[in-house]
């Protein structure tokens, strides 16, 4: 499998009044291409930190010292390892974070997306749910919003009945009809004929009856032009009155997107949803629109920060499944962060953990949670409740203060296995077989 971003030897700090919290400790991490890696831990492990790390979303107080978050080739936080490999001085630090937030533009919500743990503070309470998903379209890739509204307005009615000649074909209709739309110019046009065909609550009639209305979307004349060039270039116009005008009409097509992607997520009703402020859904309702914000630009990588922790058992079910769900359906690779085994289980296929804000094991799914090798993975998976059983075992000790680390393994003082070695060495990760790597001392001999 193609790597897709990895995390190297990272060291990360918060510079604060009551001292300096060392959050992530030489952390090394891998992500590979269409995986689902979980990140398991105990709160105040480093988790959330890293999420922020990979995705540029860090505090002003930040302090990298060390460490390379590698996407595409680039290291992502290079202006911060620049300026903190000596000492924080708050202003250099500032303007380190400043061309990093101009760097990662680009970057941040069409290639990289996040979902943060709380729909109800992540979403903003006085927008409608479509404005903040088509927003995102809007400032991250105008161009597909663009696209779609040029494609409609060169569509004819001709072309619209080969569209579904083709449809009715039933067999290998997506390659034929992605062959029709680039012969005939008309790229963005297939996601909303697909989107219409493929839903079950409509009658075949009404389908071809949508899909033929498609053809010949009116565009006013003078917004053509810059429609076009926004196509071409990906780029905002930035003239005042113009820009105002041409918002609106990507914004209104961005709506129109929202409730296909909400459609794709389960969302009832989508075409009502969008109008709806955040107040006015579930739980659950917030987080699939969480969610569509996160892929609505089809990204390579999402970060899911705890998209469960606030939900009940049965609604975290559901976003489980469409977690299972939209992993066949797009392309992109997941890091799902939660502190629940269980939950990490049913999603992933590699899952890490995490201790004192450093990965003290990983491997496949079912070793980590079959063969566990690290005593603190071991202690995290005899917590969990069991129907079966009704002691739990909670892990003795806590977790340590992150501005006075333990010398040596910092597991060592809860540890029941500890040695002479773990109190004053800081154990190595050993790789073992079928990728299963492990940084405890017990292990050693079997490098």
């Not at 490999?85 to 250099?92: C, E, G, L, N, S």
């Not at 919500?109 to 992540?122: H, L, R």
């Not at 929202?258 to 109008?275: C, D, M, Q």
Request: charged share 25%; glycine share 6%.
């Amino acid at each position: 499998m193609d790597k897709i971003l990895e995390v190297k030897d990272l060291e990360l700090k918060f510079v604060t009044r009551r001292g300096i919290f060392h959050a992530l400790n030489g952390v090394n991490l891998e992500l590979y291409k269409g995986e689902v890696l979980g990140v398991a831990g105990e709160s105040g492990s480093g988790k959330s930190t890293l999420m922020l790390a990979i995705g540029g979303l860090l505090p002003s107080n930040v302090w990298v010292t060390r460490g390379e978050i590698t996407y595409m080739g680039n290291n992502l936080i290079q202006e911060l390892v620049n300026v903190g490999d000596t000492k924080y001085v708050k202003k250099r630090n500032e303007k380190a974070l400043k061309k990093l937030n101009e760097k990662l533009q680009s970057i941040r919500g069409s290639k990289i997306s996040t979902v943060f743990q709380d729909p109800m503070t992540a979403l903003n309470p006085v927008l409608q749910v479509g404005y903040q998903i088509a927003e995102a379209v809007y400032y991250h890739n105008p161009s597909v919003l663009a696209r779609r509204i040029l494609a409609r307005y060169k569509a004819t009615k001709d072309d619209m009945r080969e569209i579904l000649s083709i449809l009715k074909n039933k067999e290998d209709y997506n390659e034929k009809l992605l062959k029709f739309i680039k012969g005939k110019n008309l790229e963005g046009l297939e996601e909303q004929v697909l989107f219409i065909w493929e839903r079950n609550d409509l009658h075949d009639i009404k389908k071809e009856k949508l899909i033929l209305s498609l053809a010949g979307e009116k565009v006013p004349r003078t917004a053509l032009p810059f429609l076009y060039k926004i196509a071409r270039s990906n780029k905002l116009e930035r003239t005042p009155i113009l820009s105002r005008f041409i918002k609106r009409i990507l914004i209104k097509e961005g709506y129109r997107k929202a409730v296909e992607i909400l459609s794709i997520l389960k969302v009832p009703n989508p075409e009502k949803v969008v109008y709806m402020y955040p107040h006015e859904l579930s739980g659950g309702m917030r987080q699939r629109v969480a969610i569509a914000i996160g892929l609505i630009n089809n990204p390579e990588i999402v970060l899911l920060d705890e998209p469960t922790t606030a939900l009940d058992v049965t609604v975290q079910a559901q976003v489980l499944d469409l977690v299972r769900s939209i992993r066949n359906k797009y392309s992109s690779s997941f890091i799902f962060v939660s502190h629940d085994l269980s939950v990490l289980y049913e999603v992933s296929d590699r899952i890490a953990i995490m201790y004192a804000g450093k990965v003290v094991e990983v491997g496949s799914k079912d070793e980590i949670v079959s063969k566990p090798l690290h005593p603190y993975t071991q202690s995290l998976l005899r917590a969990v409740p069991s129907i079966e059983s009704e002691k739990i075992s909670p892990i003795p000790g806590e977790v340590p203060d992150l501005r006075n680390l333990p010398k040596g393994c910092m597991f060592h003082p809860r540890c029941p296995y500890a040695m002479d070695i773990c109190k004053n060495q800081e154990p190595p990760m050993y790789n073992l077989e079928n990728g299963h790597k492990v940084a405890c001392f017990l292990y050693g001999e079997k490098k």
